[in-house]
């Protein structure tokens, strides 16, 4: 059975660093064509899909974000960071963490999610 | 980027209703699309991917078509735990976008 969970601080201040860690059970990632990513969605809104790493780490940034994002993955752990630097308040939302199957990027098993807040 | 257009962005429907979502892709995408489905308070679900493939547990009232650049959702008979918002995603290439959600109401 796969799980996923997200963790990390509910409340950060603007311009802080956001390092929030998904810590899965239930596969590997390194298997091949797996990977594991983060998607956020801001209170009211829609879906916006931020990083993925993959089994072999290899990985893909959101272009917008790119310049702000980091995606590590420590499989001995079966842990993926991401840290998002220079919060800001419309980075309000809640932040999920999903798992990639090796048939395509889409994304079958997600994390409960984490509210994240960036207030003063 | 692919950007990803989803209409209507709301619908009312009744129960037993047949509902279409459309999505539509700014460039081809071939068959990698997948739709998924939020209720209120929830996390996203998958319900259907490589356009037409029904996520294992998901009922057979949902149905999904299309190719390259233009695709549907179906619901053949609305039943009242369909009220959600609805979204696909593009997942033929990075950045792997999402629609702007299509909110059902019942």
């Known amino acids: 059975q796969i799980t996923l969970k997200e963790s990390g601080p509910t409340l950060v201040k603007p311009a802080q660093t956001l390092t929030l860690t998904c810590t899965f059970s239930?596969?590997?990632?390194?298997?091949?064509?797996?990977?594991v990513g983060w998607i956020r969605q801001p209170p009211g809104e829609a879906l916006e899909w931020l990083a993925l790493t993959f089994w072999d780490d290899d990985k893909r940034h959101s272009p917008s974000l790119r310049s702000r994002l980091t995606i590590i993955k420590d499989t001995s752990k079966n842990q993926v960071v991401l840290t998002m630097t220079n919060m800001d308040p419309v980075d309000t939302g809640t932040y999920y963490c999903?798992?990639?199957?090796?048939?395509?990027?889409?994304?079958?098993?997600w994390g409960q999610g984490t509210l994240v807040t960036v207030s003063s | 980027d692919i950007q990803m257009t989803q209409s209507p962005s709301s619908l009312s429907a009744s129960v037993g209703d047949r509902v279409t979502i459309i999505c539509r892709a700014s460039q081809g995408i071939s068959n990698s699309l997948a739709w998924y489905q939020q209720t209120p308070g929830r996390v996203p679900k998958l319900l259907i991917y490589a356009a037409s493939t029904l996520q294992s547990g998901v009922p057979s009232r949902f149905s999904g078509s299309g190719s390259g650049t233009d695709f549907t959702l179906t619901i053949s008979s609305l039943q009242p735990e369909d009220l959600a918002t609805y979204y696909c995603?593009?997942?033929?290439?990075?950045?792997?976008?999402f629609g702007q959600g299509t909110k059902l109401e019942i």
């Open positions: 999903v798992h990639r199957p090796s048939f395509g990027s889409y994304f079958d098993y």
């Open positions: 995603q593009n997942y033929h290439s990075a950045p792997y976008t």
């Open positions: 239930g596969f590997s990632l390194s298997t091949n064509g797996v990977g």
